[in-house]
């Protein structure tokens, strides 16, 4: 799985937001809060990448949990699948 | 390429020739002429008109509007609009659907979804007080300087033609919303990120996101927001000058 388009992140009132690059021609599909796992998960998602290799990353970088960190991984995966946002 | 109906324009001061297919255009521009030598050509090709129509379409299936108009001079109003809009989000600056007015040297800018009552409000202000300015009534263009967030009065000012060719610093931004009693309090940008992008022009190219999101930015280190519910009553008028004087 990959993202169609690059997340953009910004600080505003020390909330990161998140909002993809370009716009198809359908338009903006909304701003997503994030926080910083969020954050990784979604720029590792910007090239192709499996749930295991996807988790395998994640774990090198955080001291947590194996099952939390899918769920927490998953959790992403739907929000982004729900706007549209990955392909494969 | 049709020349002879080519004219100069100056808004937000940039300085456009704009080449149009009709007459239109040239009409609605009235207060914006110049005769400084213009940084940017805006040519309308059939290309940006199918485009056009193209976008507008599927923009009216989205909003389920089979209405909207898609005649050739309203597409020409869209297009030079949108080139516009481009290179003004390449120079610091962003479209805004909004109304501006000035007050004591003061910007106040109104944001709502449309039909909500944007342009009665701004009326209100100009029944309560008698030193209310409106500098545009639905697409003003802000631009950033060392100084804060400008506002400027454009061609585009919706169907009462609210405008005039001024500016002024942007001190409040106001999201506007109905209710039966006048209040207004300070709000966060952080909660109202997606009503302001889709009050923000956002250029169609692959960069055009993130310079609508870098305004959006600025404008919450220089312009206070505040969240107004009102009524129709010039009261709401009142009550929103009180509440925003700091």
Redesign the interface.
């Known amino acids: 799985m990959k993202l169609k388009n690059r997340i953009?992140f910004?600080?505003?009132?020390n909330?990161t937001?998140g909002?993809?690059?370009?716009?198809d021609?359908?338009?903006?599909t909304?701003?997503m809060?994030v926080n910083g796992t969020a954050r990784d998960i979604i720029e590792l998602l910007e090239n192709e990448i499996s749930m295991d290799e996807l988790t395998a990353k994640m774990l090198e970088q955080y001291d947590i949990d194996e099952e939390k960190l899918r769920s927490d991984i998953q959790s992403v995966i739907d929000v982004l699948n729900s706007k549209g946002l990955l392909e494969g | 390429m049709n020349k002879q109906n080519s004219f100069t324009i100056k808004v937000a001061g940039f300085v456009f020739e704009v080449r149009p297919v009709s007459r239109i255009m040239y009409e609605s521009c009235v207060g914006y002429y110049s005769e400084e030598e213009p940084e940017c050509v805006i040519t309308v090709t059939q290309e940006e008109l199918e485009y056009e129509r193209k976008l507008t379409e599927i923009a009216a299936a989205k909003e389920k509007r089979p209405d909207i108009e898609t005649t050739d001079v309203m597409l020409e109003r869209c297009v030079i609009h949108r080139m516009i809009s481009d290179y003004v989000s390449q120079h610091q600056g962003a479209m805004f659907h909004g109304a501006l007015i000035e007050k004591d040297g003061r910007g106040y800018l109104f944001a709502a979804k449309s039909g909500t009552g944007k342009t009665t409000h701004i009326r209100n202000w100009q029944k309560v007080f008698d030193d209310v300015t409106v500098v545009n009534g639905d697409k003003p263009i802000l631009r950033l300087t060392e100084d804060g967030i400008y506002g400027y009065g454009t061609p585009w000012c919706g169907k009462e033609r609210l405008n005039s060719n001024t500016s002024v610093k942007l001190e409040n931004l106001i999201i506007l919303e109905r209710s039966d009693e006048n209040s207004i309090e300070r709000a966060n940008y952080k909660d109202y990120m997606n009503q302001l992008f889709t009050q923000i022009y956002i250029p169609k190219d692959s960069e055009g996101m993130g310079r609508a999101f870098e305004m959006i930015h600025h404008l919450s280190q220089h312009v206070r927001l505040y969240r107004l519910g009102c009524n129709m009553d010039p009261q709401s008028a009142v009550t929103a000058y009180e509440g925003m004087r700091e």
Do not use: D, F, T
């Open positions: 953009l910004l600080e505003i009132e909330e937001m909002v993809p690059a370009g716009l021609e359908g338009g903006y909304g701003m809060k």
